[in-house]
């Protein structure tokens, strides 16, 4: 089930929403959600999948570490304008069989991308209610089918942020990111190679390099009302360039993804704490 816990992390940053503004908030709060995805199968396929799944639903507000729509905060460095924390991403599968550029190769696993990130805020109004910050993640990628763990290379994601509250009781939430990719020789042959035993005569021996991955913009849109939190996002790939480009198994240069996701806070914990959003 790795193939869930990108997307499910992506959801999640969008619904929990935390207010821009010193206030005392419960140490935690569990819940469920459903969760609604369209995404292909891989970056730069013609092929889409559709998924409607549950999905966990939990914030933790701790001192040294908190889990929020931001993901993992504050595990390793914290000050106002700058934090260096853990970065989540990851890949879906994709079966060979039902894919035609694909056909006899090997089934793509549920790839899981985890290393540090570090956030830099540029600017921010008065009010708090908008911020521009910079994201530098950096992650190593794993591939598994829970039987076995490869280690597929690595990526840089540098991204622009403009995060935004909407309205006096600051229930709405819209971001705004654009970044670019960069990713190892080994990280674009999982996708884009063919190694020599599964060229046919439409599809070339082709051996990946490491370089640039392509260009992203994301919107998303989220709203809160007590027990409740919705969220809706749209997420485009420029893959115009890229250096897998000339791969036999790259189909186009546009990619696509979207995503609703609606949670219900069931539980929260007693004990409160005061959060500042600098």
């Known amino acids: 089930m790795l193939f869930i816990t990108k997307r499910i992390s992506?959801?999640?940053a969008m619904i929990c929403i935390t207010t821009l503004q010193a206030e005392e908030k419960p140490l935690w709060e569990a819940g469920m959600g459903i969760a609604g995805l369209n995404f292909p199968n891989y970056r730069g396929s013609k092929h889409q999948q559709t998924y409607?799944?549950?999905f966990p639903y939990f914030i933790y507000r701790g001192k040294w570490l908190k889990v929020s729509r931001d993901g993992l905060q504050g595990l390793f460095y914290q000050s106002p304008r700058m934090s260096l924390d853990i970065s989540l991403d990851g890949g879906m599968p994709s079966r060979s069989d039902e894919h035609t550029v694909r056909q006899g190769m090997p089934d793509l696993d549920p790839i899981f991308e985890i290393g540090p990130s570090l956030k830099i805020l540029l600017a921010q109004n008065v009010a708090h209610t908008r911020k521009l910050s910079l994201k530098l993640p950096i992650r190593t990628a794993i591939a598994t089918d829970l039987t076995h763990i490869d280690n597929v290379g690595c990526l840089f994601a540098p991204q622009i942020r403009l995060e935004t509250v909407?309205?006096?009781d600051q229930r709405w939430r819209v971001n705004l990111s654009a970044g670019t990719q960069?990713?190892?020789q080994d990280y674009h042959d999982y996708y884009y190679g063919v190694a020599p035993q599964y060229t046919t005569p439409t599809r070339t021996a082709y051996s990946a390099k490491g370089g640039y991955s392509g260009t992203r913009l994301t919107?998303?849109?989220s709203w809160q009302l007590k027990n409740v939190r919705l969220a809706t996002f749209l997420r485009y790939d420029n893959l115009h360039h890229t250096v897998f480009d000339d791969s036999p198994l790259f189909?186009?240069?546009?990619?696509?993804m979207a995503g609703f996701a609606i949670a219900w806070i069931f539980a929260r914990s007693k004990k409160r704490?005061?959060?500042?959003?600098h």
């Open 182 to 184: 960069y990713a190892s």
């Open 219 to 221: 919107a998303s849109l």
């Open 273 to 277: 704490v005061t959060i500042t959003n």
């Open 52 to 54: 409607l799944l549950p």
């Open 166 to 168: 909407i309205g006096a």
């Open 10 to 12: 992506i959801l999640l």
């Open 251 to 256: 189909e186009q240069e546009h990619s696509l």
